[in-house]
């Protein structure tokens, strides 16, 4: 259901139907003119969310109990019609970006490619910006793309996959989600100078790590990137990444860490792009300088854009990112049934950061930070929010 809200807006908002109720495109001006092309590449480092900006709810709240019976019935359905938690996770899209997406989406629909379940607005945009806003590249991504979630079956892994091992995994590999930095987006970090390749391949295999690495990205998707948007009342939809790289250097960069490494990576590029804000490598030593020269190498000039080595003195970088201190988020929620809109607001007491990156939370009751996939999307008020504006928007 929560897929649902990440949807184009409604088709009387931006495309009409066609006298045979097929999916049509609205008419767009011809994508390739060299003005807007030119215009296009001067902001292809833009962060993904700045192509849509956060929308004022309306502050004003009706005192129920001095209306009447009739104006507090109107008043209600007006409310029950209200598409505020949609406009947030759409966000206020750019029309530079509506044009070119409409030239994507229409030239999929034309060729009869475009599943409905995938026609999504920020999806296309995404894949737009992966290939510096040249529709025919991609679109030729955005089918592979489509072809390799068939034949992987990716749409049911969040359902399919079990990925029991996952406590033993970060035993022997520490990542996991914890927070959100101060745009609101996920925050995920991984002590790679901390891995055991040797153990972790004991208690799992290749296969089933990456799997498990696509679930994840699937969980970002439909999950954490929505909930973030409610929680920031703003579209979020790319994380902030810290990767700790003490003691790592060319000598333990094994060949199985290589190919697990390679596979990663090329998944993200080609069917999970622009979904990375920043990168920070952090107590990076002179090994892992000899060794970023070679891994560098794999990545595409986009992704690097987005990447900063840092030594042992990275706090100062980290901090303009990342919020150490406690944090308050804020968001509006139908109070259901009675289906009027209120204002809620709820205290993370805790962290972004866990005390080994310069902050101050440990999540001792979960055996550290990074067993306890901390964030919006775990918080019970706005899981219930998500919930009840499913059941607003779609019944």
Same mark, same amino acid.
């Given at each position: 259901?929560?897929?649902?809200?990440?949807k184009?807006p409604?088709?009387?908002?931006?495309?009409?139907?066609?006298?045979?109720?097929?999916?049509?495109?609205?008419?767009? !001006?011809?994508?390739?003119?060299?003005?807007?092309?030119?215009?296009r @590449?001067?902001?292809?480092?833009?962060?993904?969310?700045?192509? =849509?900006?956060?929308?004022?709810?309306?502050?004003?709240?009706?005192v129920?109990?001095?209306?009447?019976?009739?104006?507090?019935?109107?008043?209600?359905?007006?409310?029950?019609?209200?598409?505020?938690?949609?406009?947030?996770?759409?966000?206020?899209?750019?029309?530079?970006?509506?044009?070119?997406?409409?030239?994507?989406?229409?030239?999929l629909?034309?060729?009869?490619?475009?599943?409905?379940?995938?026609?999504?607005?920020?999806?296309? $945009?995404?894949?737009?910006?992966?290939?510096?806003?040249?529709? !025919?590249?991609?679109?030729?991504?955005?089918?592979?793309?489509?072809? =390799?979630?068939?034949?992987?079956?990716?749409?049911?892994?969040?359902?399919?996959?079990?990925?029991?091992?996952?406590?033993?995994?970060?035993?022997?590999?520490?990542?996991?989600?914890?927070?959100?930095?101060?745009?609101? @987006?996920? !925050?995920?970090?991984?002590?790679?100078?901390?891995?055991?390749?040797?153990? $972790?391949?004991?208690?799992?295999?290749?296969?089933?790590?990456?799997?498990?690495? +696509?679930?994840?990205?699937?969980?970002?998707?439909r999950?954490?990137?929505?909930?973030?948007?409610?929680?920031?009342?703003r579209?979020?939809?790319?994380?902030?990444?810290?990767?700790?790289?003490?003691?790592?250097?060319?000598?333990?960069?094994?060949?199985?860490?290589r190919?697990?490494f390679?596979?990663?990576q090329?998944?993200?590029?080609?069917?999970?792009?622009?979904? !990375?804000?920043?990168?920070?490598?952090?107590?990076?030593?002179?090994?892992? @300088?000899?060794? =970023?020269?070679?891994?560098?190498?794999?990545?595409?000039?986009?992704?690097?854009?987005? +990447?900063?080595?840092?030594?042992?003195?990275?706090?100062?970088?980290?901090?303009?990112?990342?919020?150490p201190?406690? +944090?308050?988020?804020?968001?509006f929620?139908?109070?259901?049934?009675?289906?009027?809109?209120? @204002?809620?607001?709820?205290?993370?007491?805790?962290?972004?950061?866990?005390?080994?990156?310069?902050?101050?939370?440990?999540c001792?009751?979960?055996?550290?930070?990074?067993?306890?996939?901390?964030?919006? =999307?775990t918080?019970?008020?706005?899981?219930?929010?998500?919930?009840?504006?499913?059941?607003?928007?779609?019944?």
């Open positions: 259901m929560i897929a649902r809200l990440l184009f409604a088709a009387s908002e931006r495309y009409h139907m066609s006298s045979t109720g097929e999916r049509s495109a609205s008419p767009t !001006l011809d994508s390739d003119d060299p003005e807007r092309q030119k215009k @590449r001067n902001s292809l480092n833009l962060p993904l969310e700045a192509h =849509w900006h956060l929308i004022e709810v309306e502050k004003k709240r009706t129920l109990s001095k209306m009447s019976f009739s104006a507090m019935q109107y008043s209600l359905k007006r409310i029950t019609r209200s598409n505020t938690y949609c406009r947030i996770l759409h966000g206020s899209l750019d029309p530079k970006d509506e044009h070119l997406v409409n030239s994507l989406r229409k030239l629909l034309s060729d009869g490619q475009l599943p409905e379940k995938h026609d999504d607005y920020h999806t296309l $945009l995404r894949f737009l910006r992966m290939r510096g806003f040249d529709v !025919l590249k991609a679109k030729e991504m955005f089918l592979n793309m489509v072809k =390799w979630r068939e034949e992987n079956n990716i749409d049911t892994i969040m359902k399919d996959f079990n990925f029991e091992e996952c406590a033993a995994v970060k035993k022997f590999y520490p990542h996991g989600f914890h927070g959100v930095d101060k745009y609101g @987006r996920p !925050l995920y970090i991984e002590r790679v100078g901390l891995a055991d390749l040797n153990a $972790l391949l004991r208690v799992t295999t290749v296969d089933r790590f990456i799997k498990y690495h +696509i679930s994840e990205q699937e969980k970002t998707l999950v954490r990137y929505p909930a973030c948007s409610l929680a920031a009342k579209h979020v939809a790319s994380i902030t990444t810290i990767l700790d790289v003490t003691g790592v250097g060319a000598n333990n960069f094994s060949k199985p860490a190919e697990l390679i596979e990663i090329k998944i993200d590029s080609n069917y999970y792009p622009e979904t !990375l804000h920043q990168l920070y490598i952090i107590n990076a030593g002179p090994g892992f @300088r000899v060794l =970023w020269k070679v891994i560098s190498a794999f990545l595409e000039a986009r992704t690097l854009s987005k +990447i900063q080595v840092l030594g042992s003195k990275f706090q100062n970088n980290l901090f303009e990112a990342v919020d201190r406690y +944090i308050t988020c804020f968001s929620a139908f109070n259901y049934p009675l289906m009027w809109m209120e @204002r809620i607001s709820f205290m993370f007491f805790c962290s972004n950061l866990p005390d080994f990156l310069g902050g101050t939370c440990t001792s009751d979960q055996g550290g930070c990074l067993f306890k996939d901390k964030g919006p =999307w918080n019970p008020k706005i899981c219930e929010l998500l919930q009840v504006n499913a059941i607003c928007l779609y019944t």
